[in-house]
């Protein structure tokens, strides 16, 4: 059960955003969840892929990269862009910034990350790409 890793590279598009979390869901599966921490995990995993497609490839579709690995009842999410990258990586943290705001976008892509996952760590470089680390601890009657 423990020191599992799985790697997904999908094209940076809208329609991969719904399997990619799906992926993940079912990924986690094996240390018993609940329906709740499955569910915050797929909307972190959602909003991070989303900001992948949205900010990091604004004009041609690229790469993203998902790693998870399960550790001592732990999840760990990795997902990686090799888009524009974030200029201020404070500033993107905020609620409610956003560098979209003519497309009604609500800037709150990390902070629903940091709401639902139990730690998110973001590094990213101009014109090389943006990386998330997230990772939850998944507390289960059954185990």
Not at 71 to 89: L, W
């Amino acid at each position: 059960m423990n020191n599992n890793k799985m790697v997904l590279k999908i094209s940076a598009i809208s329609e991969n955003e719904h399997f990619a979390r799906t992926v993940v869901g079912c990924f986690v599966l094996r240390l018993n969840p609940s329906v709740a921490q499955v569910s915050d995990i797929k909307t972190a995993v959602s909003e991070a892929v989303t900001n992948c497609i949205v900010h990091g490839y604004p004009n041609n579709p690229g790469e993203i990269t998902i790693e998870a690995y399960i550790e001592k009842g732990n999840i760990h999410i990795n997902i990686f862009d090799n888009g524009v990258g974030i200029s201020n990586i404070e500033e993107a943290l905020q609620p409610f910034y956003t560098t979209k705001g003519d497309e009604e976008r609500s800037g709150m892509g990390f902070t629903i990350m940091q709401s639902f996952m139990d730690s998110v760590e973001v590094k990213s470089k101009l014109n090389e790409g943006t990386k998330i680390y997230m990772s939850k601890k998944i507390i289960s009657d059954a185990v």
